[in-house]
């Protein structure tokens, strides 16, 4: 039932997160187990369900705002410049069967630099197509942005109420992009949705609150609130104003909270509609006014229990961020490896730019065909031009890697890179960059482990000085035995123990070796069960970088 709603697992997938994110995030779980003492058997039964927070995405003009306005029944679409989202909106919507929480982002940029900066916010994706212009570049960019952080999509073809349109046209553009409709054996839902007439959207709210009763969204409205940022703002007489969505707990009046490097204490809360409220709980989107400060969107909201705990923990927060900030990590190709090692990167992850279609279609095949079954190598997004803000800030959120083909970078990308800690390559020659790429690849495998023989000793007689020591008098016959090596025992032609010499004397004395054609006594960990005749086979084990094909 999961795959036919598009629901590939229950996991966020929100790539690597930059230290100071995860040090913050990891203080704050140090605090939080510090005020609630583990209940396995009752929490999970104050977990109680909660509504799907949604995100609208899709090209410039193809109707989102108009979509959510349809949707809440007002008009706020006027209310924006041009008819273009200009700012992050968060609205919860009560419905007979349930509620549902939409974000209406200004652009999948927005969404990506909360997952850059640690937030799960999104649990489904709306995009959004308009079905008199098809699939366009930010449609395929909004696309990536979603595959990448691992977020079911619905599509929904808007305009349908317009003259000669096909929307079958619509879903064999996106079928080339992996979104392949349920009629057609796939596993997207489709939805046809007018934003000016109505049609159609009482079946997009239906597909939404199945697609989350699949996913089995809950939460403890009974815990501090916790929550993302969704915006902030100066206002001139409200002062700082962050709208919050809620995602565990609730949240009150009265309350202490910290937000990023600043805190404050909730003086008034206001829900989506202008009401003030006493409270919010999980899945809940509320102003709130009182902080001593603006912070990013995607900054994390935690409720702590005094003023002083709250000072304390920005305080900490800053010095966290004075010895990250100094030295911000990139993920480079020469470091890939390493992660791997840690087991924090699966895979090397691509941001692709090209010149032209043809080039980018010419490099993709030239990775596909590189033979590796160990290190999956993802090209995430790829599009032609320069290389942009939302190519970094997918690039960041994915811990990936921005490589680039006979193009150049937009105004401030190379500052926006720094600072998010993404490493930008530009090649002229496709064969530099697909052998660099072969390098990096050939790093993260694991190397080959090829024995090599020092020497093998034969048996002469056997010394039983205990049950657990026992030492073999032996006359090395061939190279030379090394103490702490590897050794084999063989005897009859079959190796019957594998282990470390451990001790090895000449007259009573210990040696770190032993040469050929001389006598020693030789002990091994774990075996005493010498016999006449046996072979004992020194040994290292070299471990040589291996080579693609």
Same mark, same amino acid.
């Given at each position: 039932?999961c795959?036919?709603?598009?629901?590939?697992?229950?996991?966020?997938?929100?790539?690597?997160?930059?230290?100071?994110?995860?040090?913050?995030?990891?203080?704050?779980?140090?605090?939080?187990?510090?005020?609630?003492?583990?209940?396995?058997?009752?929490?999970?039964? $104050? @977990?109680?369900?909660?509504?799907?927070?949604v995100?609208?995405?899709?090209?410039?003009?193809? /109707?989102? !705002?108009?979509?959510?306005?349809?949707?809440?029944?007002?008009?706020?679409?006027?209310?924006?410049?041009g008819?273009?989202?200009?700012?992050? /909106?968060?609205?919860?919507?009560?419905?007979?069967?349930g509620?549902?929480? *939409?974000?209406?982002?200004?652009?999948?940029?927005?969404?990506?630099?909360?997952r850059?900066?640690?937030?799960?916010?999104?649990?489904?994706?709306?995009?959004?197509?308009?079905?008199?212009?098809?699939?366009?570049?930010?449609?395929?960019?909004?696309?990536?942005?979603?595959?990448?952080?691992?977020?079911?999509?619905?599509?929904?073809?808007?305009?349908?109420?317009?003259?000669?349109?096909?929307?079958?046209?619509?879903?064999?553009?996106?079928?080339?992009?992996? @979104?392949?409709?349920?009629?057609?054996?796939?596993?997207?839902?489709?939805?046809?949705?007018?934003?000016?007439?109505?049609? /159609?959207?009482?079946?997009? @709210?239906e597909?939404?609150?199945?697609?989350?009763?699949?996913?089995?969204?809950?939460?403890?409205?009974?815990?501090?609130?916790?929550?993302?940022?969704?915006?902030?703002?100066?206002?001139?007489?409200?002062?700082?104003?962050?709208?919050? @969505?809620?995602?565990?707990?609730?949240?009150?009046?009265?309350?202490?909270?910290?937000?990023?490097? $600043?805190?404050g204490?909730?003086?008034?809360?206001?829900?989506?509609?202008?009401? %003030?409220?006493?409270?919010?709980?999980?899945?809940?989107?509320?102003?709130?006014?009182?902080?001593?400060?603006?912070?990013?969107?995607?900054?994390?909201?935690?409720?702590?229990?005094?003023?002083?705990?709250?000072?304390?923990?920005?305080?900490?927060?800053?010095?966290?961020?004075?010895?990250?900030?100094?030295?911000? %990590?990139?993920?480079?190709?020469?470091?890939?490896?390493?992660?791997?090692?840690?087991g924090?990167?699966?895979?090397?992850?691509?941001?692709?730019?090209?010149?032209?279609?043809?080039?980018?279609?010419?490099?993709?095949?030239?990775?596909?065909?590189i033979? !590796?079954?160990?290190?999956?190598?993802?090209?995430?997004?790829?599009?032609?031009?320069?290389?942009?803000?939302?190519?970094?800030?997918?690039?960041?959120?994915?811990?990936?890697?921005?490589?680039? *083909?006979?193009?150049s970078?937009?105004?401030?990308v190379?500052?926006?890179?720094?600072?998010?800690?993404?490493?930008?390559?530009?090649?002229?020659?496709?064969?530099?960059?697909?052998?660099?790429?072969?390098?990096?690849?050939?790093?993260?495998?694991e190397?080959?482990?090829?024995? $090599?023989?020092?020497?093998?000793?034969?048996?002469?007689?056997? *010394?039983?000085?205990?049950?657990?020591?026992?030492?073999?008098?032996?006359?090395?016959?061939? /190279?030379?035995?090394?103490?702490?090596?590897?050794?084999?025992?063989?005897?009859?032609?079959?190796?019957?123990?594998?282990?470390?010499?451990?001790?090895?004397?000449?007259?009573?004395?210990?040696?770190?070796?032993?040469?050929?054609?001389?006598?020693?006594?030789?002990?091994?960990?774990?075996?005493?069960?010498?016999?006449?005749?046996?072979?004992?086979?020194?040994?290292?084990?070299?471990?040589?970088?291996?080579?693609?094909?």
């Open positions: 039932m795959e036919k709603v598009g629901i590939k697992d229950k996991k966020s997938l929100s790539g690597l997160k930059d230290e100071e994110t995860i040090k913050i995030e990891d203080y704050f779980k140090e605090l939080e187990e510090k005020k609630t003492p583990p209940k396995p058997e009752k929490e999970k039964e $104050t @977990l109680q369900k909660r509504a799907p927070v995100t609208i995405m899709g090209h410039v003009d193809h /109707g989102k !705002t108009t979509i959510l306005d349809a949707i809440r029944k007002s008009r706020i679409t006027a209310q924006e410049y008819q273009i989202t200009q700012k992050i /909106g968060a609205y919860k919507v009560f419905l007979p069967q509620s549902i929480v *939409f974000i209406d982002t200004p652009g999948h940029e927005a969404f990506t630099a909360m850059a900066r640690g937030a799960k916010v999104t649990d489904i994706v709306v995009l959004v197509v308009a079905a008199d212009e098809g699939v366009k570049p930010q449609t395929i960019e909004a696309i990536n942005h979603a595959k990448s952080a691992n977020v079911p999509i619905i599509v929904a073809i808007n305009k349908i109420d317009k003259p000669n349109i096909n929307p079958e046209k619509i879903k064999k553009e996106l079928s080339e992009y992996g @979104l392949i409709p349920e009629e057609w054996g796939g596993d997207t839902i489709y939805v046809n949705v007018s934003g000016l007439t109505g049609q /159609g959207l009482d079946e997009l @709210l597909m939404i609150l199945l697609v989350g009763e699949m996913m089995e969204l809950k939460a403890d409205p009974h815990k501090p609130a916790r929550g993302t940022v969704i915006e902030s703002q100066l206002h001139k007489s409200k002062g700082p104003v962050l709208t919050i @969505l809620v995602q565990e707990g609730t949240l009150k009046i009265g309350q202490v909270f910290v937000a990023g490097e $600043t805190w204490k909730v003086r008034a809360m206001i829900d989506d509609w202008g009401k %003030k409220v006493e409270k919010a709980e999980p899945s809940t989107p509320v102003e709130i006014l009182g902080s001593n400060g603006v912070v990013p969107p995607g900054t994390k909201f935690e409720v702590v229990s005094s003023e002083k705990e709250a000072k304390q923990i920005c305080e900490r927060i800053k010095e966290e961020k004075k010895k990250t900030s100094a030295s911000v %990590k990139k993920l480079t190709l020469e470091d890939l490896y390493k992660e791997l090692k840690k924090q990167v699966k895979e090397l992850r691509i941001v692709l730019k090209a010149d032209y279609i043809g080039s980018i279609e010419a490099i993709r095949n030239a990775i596909e065909n033979p !590796t079954e160990e290190v999956k190598i993802s090209i995430i997004h790829s599009g032609t031009g320069p290389v942009t803000e939302s190519d970094i800030l997918l690039a960041s959120a994915s811990n990936g890697i921005v490589i680039g *083909f006979n193009v970078l937009a105004p401030k190379d500052e926006i890179a720094k600072r998010e800690g993404v490493e930008i390559k530009i090649y002229r020659v496709i064969y530099d960059l697909i052998d660099e790429i072969r390098k990096a690849i050939e790093g993260m495998l190397p080959e482990e090829k024995e $090599t023989m020092l020497g093998q000793a034969l048996v002469k007689k056997v *010394f039983k000085f205990s049950r657990n020591f026992v030492v073999a008098g032996c006359l090395v016959v061939d /190279g030379k035995v090394v103490r702490d090596s590897k050794v084999k025992i063989i005897r009859d032609g079959n190796i019957i123990f594998e282990g470390v010499l451990t001790s090895l004397k000449r007259f009573k004395e210990p040696v770190k070796e032993v040469p050929a054609n001389t006598e020693c006594g030789i002990g091994i960990e774990n075996f005493t069960d010498f016999k006449e005749g046996d072979i004992i086979q020194s040994y290292t084990v070299v471990k040589v970088p291996r080579r693609l094909k």
